[in-house]
């Protein structure tokens, strides 16, 4: 079976390399790890900031949160005994407020909040602490003693730690509350940290197949594919390696078969050039020999058959010989580049009974690279539009600066080449630059092969240009797009 199929003979090694991907980490445990990561760090965080308080209360710069809960009917008993009160004599952790007999707040530190709460108490007329809800939803106690001169200090407290200083405790916020505020800041910055981590470690792990997609992609099949240690990956890897192995031995015999092809038609071109040219030296010894005018016609046909077939020949060695290098090719002055092109277009109208009206820019000393195979390029188009025009019609020569159609902050030579003409058909319009490709209607000639556009467009992907393919309404317009180089120094 591996003799009928072509990638047979890689079975047993992708099995083998199946099985020790087996082996591998399982992509769960690598995700799972990660969850632990964050549950560790919850945890930390969660001790970090109930040490802290721990470690503030052990200080002495808080209170206990319980601290004011069981300590409040001691301190009432403490005022009541003393008749009076005065600030040092409250601790920190109570809001306190001496009312007289009408109601009316005489002393204290109270804040609008616990104010407002005092007075709430008088109006229950309760002699024992009462709760109250706060905003954040923990309860807040108020309680009282009775002064000698008959006024009522009602103290106000919570079950949340204080700080031991009321200067820091009138200066800052609940410390409990900075201290939560503090945690989910931590919190925050070990996810960040951990989903750093984890970003880096599943693009270490991931890098082996990003790197054979974009070595694969740029058509570098001769390399070995890297394996990691989670299993998924690894069998995605052994996938990508198969198809890597079979996509080299697929462009192999493709490259095996070109080659074989452009051989054979360069041979067979050679063998037909040399018949071609005895018939035509026979021919044109035909025509200067004394012959009747019928025969002279039919001699002539002869010649310019083999005309002909020796220009098809050429063209086929020309679409089949291995183009050069983007890099290669001769550099010219765009300006001196388009004379060269007008001049010569302007013999060949001459020659065949058509005009040729120019419209051209002056580029300075900007160049163009390829000018050679630009210029044979652009004859061609010349050549196409007087072979497709009718007799005695203007061929519309163009040549302006423009943009490259697929890079906009590029700068081109554009030239145009308009005939008047029928145009292209809209099957022509979308084929035109297809090997062999002939219009059987408007455009049709005896004397082309299909073959012109099709080395215009394979001569100017090469060179980095474009072509260009359109209707006006004089005719067909073809358009080429040069890039343009630097200026020339002097």
């Known amino acids: 079976m591996d003799r009928l199929n072509p990638?047979?003979?890689?079975?047993?090694?992708?099995?083998?390399?199946?099985?020790?991907?087996?082996?591998?980490?399982?992509?769960?445990?690598?995700?799972?790890?990660?969850f632990v990561y964050v549950l560790i760090g919850s945890l930390f965080v969660a001790g970090a900031v109930v040490s802290l308080l721990i470690a503030a209360v052990n200080s002495g710069v808080l209170y206990p949160s319980n601290y004011a809960s069981i300590d409040?009917?001691?301190?009432?008993?403490?005022?009541?005994?003393?008749?009076?009160?005065?600030?040092?004599d409250v601790p920190s952790c109570y809001r306190w407020g001496v009312f007289d007999k009408t109601g009316k707040l005489v002393e204290g530190d109270f804040d609008a909040r616990s104010e407002e709460l005092a007075e709430a108490f008088l109006r229950d007329g309760s002699v024992d602490s009462v709760a109250y809800s706060s905003p954040l939803g923990s309860p807040v106690y108020a309680t009282s003693a009775s002064l000698e001169n008959g006024d009522v200090c009602v103290l106000i407290y919570d079950f949340n730690p204080d700080f031991v200083s009321?200067?820091?405790?009138?200066?800052?916020?609940?410390?409990?509350?900075?201290?939560?505020?503090?945690?989910?800041?931590?919190?925050?910055?070990?996810?960040?940290?951990?989903?750093?981590?984890?970003?880096?470690?599943?693009?270490?792990?991931?890098?082996?197949?990003?790197?054979?997609?974009?070595?694969?992609?740029?058509?570098?099949?001769?390399?070995?594919?890297?394996?990691?240690?989670?299993?998924?990956?690894?069998?995605?890897?052994?996938?990508?390696?198969?198809?890597?192995?079979?996509?080299?031995?697929?462009?192999?015999e493709q490259w095996a078969c070109e080659q074989a092809q452009q051989e054979a038609f360069s041979s067979l071109a050679?063998?037909?050039?040399?018949?071609?040219?005895?018939?035509?030296?026979?021919?044109d010894l035909l025509l200067e020999s004394e012959l009747e005018?019928?025969?002279?016609?039919?001699?002539?046909?002869?010649?310019?058959a083999s005309l002909d077939m020796k220009e098809f020949i050429e063209r086929i060695i020309g679409l089949f010989r291995a183009a050069p290098s983007p890099k290669e090719g001769d550099a010219?002055?765009?300006?001196?580049?388009?004379?060269?092109?007008?001049?010569?277009?302007?013999?060949?109208?001459?020659?065949?009974?058509?005009?040729?009206?120019?419209?051209?820019?002056?580029?300075?000393?900007?160049?163009?690279?390829?000018?050679?195979?630009?210029?044979?390029?652009?004859?061609?188009?010349?050549?196409?539009?007087?072979?497709?025009?009718?007799?005695e019609t203007t061929v519309h020569l163009a040549f302006s600066e423009s943009s490259l159609p697929d890079s906009p902050h590029s700068r081109a030579l554009r030239m145009d080449v308009e005939d008047e003409?029928?145009?292209?058909?809209?099957?022509?319009?979308a084929r035109a630059t297809e090997r062999f490709y002939r219009q059987d209607a408007a455009r049709l000639h005896d004397g082309h092969h299909g073959l012109g556009l099709h080395i215009v467009q394979k001569e100017m992907r090469r060179c980095s240009g474009a072509l260009h393919l359109e209707n006006t309404e004089k005719g067909a317009r073809a358009t080429l797009f040069i890039?343009?180089?630097?200026e020339q120094k002097e």
């Open 7 to 34: 990638n047979g003979k890689h079975r047993a090694k992708f099995a083998a390399s199946h099985e020790k991907t087996r082996r591998g980490m399982p992509f769960s445990l690598v995700i799972a790890r990660y």
């Open 72 to 88: 409040h009917e001691t301190m009432v008993g403490k005022i009541e005994a003393r008749g009076t009160v005065e600030d040092d």
């Open 166 to 252: 009321k200067a820091l405790r009138d200066a800052f916020p609940d410390p409990q509350g900075a201290v939560l505020l503090l945690g989910a800041v931590l919190f925050a910055a070990m996810l960040a940290l951990i989903a750093m981590r984890a970003s880096h470690v599943l693009q270490r792990k991931l890098s082996p197949l990003v790197d054979a997609a974009r070595r694969i992609g740029s058509r570098d099949l001769d390399f070995k594919i890297a394996r990691g240690n989670v299993r998924e990956t690894n069998e995605v890897l052994d996938a990508v390696d198969e198809m890597r192995l079979s996509l080299k031995e697929s462009l192999e």
């Open 270 to 283: 050679h063998d037909l050039k040399t018949p071609l040219t005895i018939v035509r030296a026979n021919a």
């Open 293 to 304: 005018a019928e025969q002279k016609t039919c001699v002539a046909q002869i010649r310019d």
């Open 332 to 391: 010219a002055l765009a300006d001196a580049c388009c004379a060269d092109i007008v001049s010569k277009a302007e013999a060949l109208a001459k020659a065949r009974g058509y005009r040729i009206q120019t419209t051209r820019e002056q580029f300075g000393r900007r160049q163009v690279a390829h000018a050679a195979d630009m210029a044979r390029c652009m004859m061609n188009l010349v050549d196409n539009a007087m072979s497709y025009a009718p007799p």
């Open 421 to 429: 003409g029928p145009g292209f058909s809209e099957e022509a319009l």
């Open 483 to 486: 890039p343009l180089l630097d």
